[in-house]
């Protein structure tokens, strides 16, 4: 998909009126809590004999509660019903909701503000796995990272429009309460409005027995969401998202108060840079990775996350005193520039490391079970922001840090959490080290790339050109491959552990361990069987003069017992980089090609296993690869 094509969903009928439907809803939520929390805090009297801070925390809480309570079964009935179908009843809920948050806004009426609260967390919570469910079945592979920054930069920038807005409308006059609640029917009318013009979304599982147990129903789905650990951590990593993110928009009032020494205007700008940085980084992971699901952004995310949220630390330290800075005397002081610039690059690389997590989760997980899995992942973020508000209240109370302290401390667990994600998942390090050789050192050229199977067993021969070709590979293919590699790899301290991870197979000629050899092929078997992607060098060796050599006989023996599609592939211009063995050993002669060279990945058309003899494929290969070596 072009890079225009990211832009080009919200012309479509498939993805626009759905787009609208969750930025209207989003943007909903926030005119509504923020004009509430407004209210209570500076005309508590006029609204409860609660202390405005117990109000504001319960506001907090009422909204939050429903995802601990609901999520398992919003899940399933996203799973169970037409989506679109339940989107509109959804919205036409919201309607009444806000209809409802009207009279209390008008009648000044605490207890039915908080009971629409609640209510509108409900909706939130039924919302949820039905827009995560609905980007699989409505967009292709290579759209769903453009769907999913679209959909996270468009939450980030509603959350900030319905901030400013609800601010906007209380401070407006004393009959701003009344304008609340016009604004917030008003934007619930147009959800409704634009729900309705979204596709038929079939159910996943139509025979689906739904469970009202909600206890029940979440371990059986985190159970389901395990059997697939990538998809497990990638669930874990968005929660622990949730938990960073809420560390700072939480503090940024205290943060603009007492450590920037602003007025409530500089709350705002930084909640603005913040989102405007989320939304840069969300939508930048559709260019960056190529329009296919890259979960190596995450680890690039995670590092960029830590090192500026660091930097922050450093950066708000011995800034000017003064009386508190409105927010263009906040702006006009260099030494805040800083600030802004690290709050927006934190939250860049957020947009870097939620994306490719969202949509790892909706790929990989099983089909009659996505929106259940996605629903419990809602569960876990709600007991993150639990966890997010005791340690802020730890950190800041009995251990007596200042906001920018409590910032350096998450970053430091940010650093642990990744660390132990990604050495539980190396295919997250390894996938980062491959998307950082064909970004960083290669400009690669990918021809046919979408006829590899997105599913099902399958296997990839390749010719061999380097000691990359394995990374390469990695970095162009929509899901995991078990590679096939020589034993001699196995036996360099850090590179065995890592490819032992990703379950790389080793095999050795029989001459040299025909035990092994005959392990290898048991390994590719079970592999195949479980459905997996498997890849194969078939001539055996690197080449030591640029040429294809002859295939050997192995392929025949795995197709013998598991006869699968075979996929050619052709490596090309790797020849005589520094990882090739041109001119002697590889890895001797640094930047003789210099950076930034040309390769290329070139994908045949999938042959059936009583055509893929070696000799065949051999030539299809070398007629992919043509005279680019």
């Known amino acids: 998909m072009p890079s225009s094509g990211q832009f080009a969903l919200l012309a479509q009928r498939r993805f626009a009126p759905f787009f609208w439907t969750?930025?209207?809803?989003?943007?909903?939520?926030?005119?509504?809590?923020?004009?509430?929390?407004?209210?209570?805090?500076y005309k508590a009297a006029d609204y409860s004999t609660l202390t405005p801070a117990l109000a504001v925390n319960l506001i907090a809480a009422l909204f939050v509660l429903p995802f601990l309570l609901f999520s398992a079964t919003s899940g399933q009935l996203a799973d169970k019903y037409d989506k679109a179908r339940l989107m509109r009843l959804v919205k036409l809920f919201e309607v009444a909701i806000m209809l409802g948050g009207a009279w209390g806004f008008w009648a000044q009426r605490f207890d039915m503000l908080l009971a629409c609260t609640f209510l509108m967390g409900l909706h939130s919570t039924l919302f949820g796995p039905v827009k995560y469910a609905y980007l699989p079945q409505a967009l292709t592979p290579t759209e769903i990272v453009a769907g999913n920054g679209l959909v996270e930069m468009g939450t980030f920038v509603a959350i900030l429009i319905g901030t400013m807005a609800a601010g906007a409308l209380i401070d407006a006059s004393p009959a701003g309460n009344v304008y609340a609640a016009a604004v917030c029917v008003a934007l619930a009318l147009a959800g409704l409005a634009t729900s309705l013009a979204i596709p038929s979304a079939p159910p996943s599982d139509r025979?689906?027995?739904?469970?009202?147990?909600p206890i029940r129903v979440t371990w059986r789905n985190v159970q389901v969401a395990r059997r697939d650990r990538a998809v497990f951590l990638s669930v874990l990593g968005i929660s622990w998202l949730w938990f960073f993110g809420a560390i700072f928009l939480t503090q940024f009032p205290q943060f603009a108060q007492h450590t920037l020494r602003g007025d409530p205007a500089v709350a705002t700008l930084l909640l603005a840079v913040f989102s405007i940085g989320i939304g840069a980084g969300s939508l930048a992971c559709d260019r960056m990775s190529r329009h296919q699901v890259e979960i190596g952004l995450v680890p690039f995310g995670s590092i960029g996350?830590?090192?500026?949220?660091?930097?922050?630390?450093f950066a708000a330290r011995d800034l000017p005193a003064s009386a508190p800075f409105t927010a263009s005397q906040f702006v006009a002081i260099p030494a805040h520039w800083r600030v802004l610039f690290d709050l927006f690059a934190i939250a860049l690389f957020a947009g870097f490391y939620s994306v490719p997590l969202y949509a790892l989760v909706q790929t990989r997980s099983e089909a009659t079970h996505r929106a259940r899995i996605i629903a419990?992942?809602?569960?876990?973020?709600?007991?993150?922001?639990?966890?997010?508000?005791?340690?802020a209240a730890l950190a800041l109370g009995p251990l007596g840090l200042s906001t920018p302290q409590l910032f350096l401390l998450t970053a430091l667990l940010n650093v642990l959490?990744?660390?132990?994600?990604?050495?539980?998942?190396?295919?997250?390090?390894?996938?980062?080290?491959?998307?950082?050789?064909?970004?960083?050192?290669?400009?690669?050229?990918?021809?046919?790339?979408?006829?590899?199977?997105?599913?099902?067993?399958?296997?990839i021969v390749s010719n061999h050109v380097s000691y990359v070709d394995a990374l390469v590979l990695m970095a162009i293919s929509p899901r995991p491959i078990r590679f096939v590699m020589d034993s001699a790899i196995f036996r360099i301290p850090v590179l065995s552990w890592l490819f032992r991870q990703v379950k790389a197979i080793p095999i050795a000629p029989a001459k040299v361990d025909a035990a092994l050899m005959e392990r290898a092929f048991e390994r590719v078997s079970e592999e195949l069987r479980d459905g997996q992607l498997v890849c194969i060098f078939p001539e055996g060796r690197i080449t030591d003069d640029g040429e294809i050599g002859p295939f050997r006989p192995g392929i025949a023996r795995i197709l013998e017992r598991d006869p699968v599609p075979v996929i050619p592939v052709a490596l090309q211009g790797l020849w005589g980089s520094f990882f090739s063995r041109k001119g002697g050993a590889a890895?001797?002669?640094?930047?003789?090609?210099?950076?930034?060279?040309?390769i290329g990945v070139a994908v045949g058309v999938p042959v059936a296993p009583a055509e893929a003899t070696p000799e065949a494929l051999r030539t299809m290969v070398a007629e992919l690869r043509g005279d680019w070596k």
Request: proline share 4%; charged share 15%.
């Open 22 to 41: 969750q930025f209207l809803g989003a943007a909903n939520d926030n005119v509504f809590k923020y004009a509430f929390t407004l209210l209570v805090t």
């Open 376 to 391: 419990s992942n809602n569960i876990l973020n709600a007991v993150f922001l639990i966890l997010a508000a005791g340690f």
């Open 417 to 459: 959490v990744a660390v132990y994600i990604y050495t539980l998942v190396p295919e997250f390090l390894l996938r980062f080290l491959s998307w950082l050789l064909v970004t960083a050192v290669y400009r690669i050229r990918r021809q046919g790339v979408e006829r590899i199977p997105t599913q099902g067993p399958a296997l």
């Open 305 to 313: 996350m830590s090192v500026f949220t660091v930097d922050l630390y």
């Open 207 to 213: 025979k689906l027995a739904v469970d009202w147990n």
């Open 587 to 598: 890895m001797t002669k640094p930047f003789r090609r210099g950076l930034f060279s040309k």
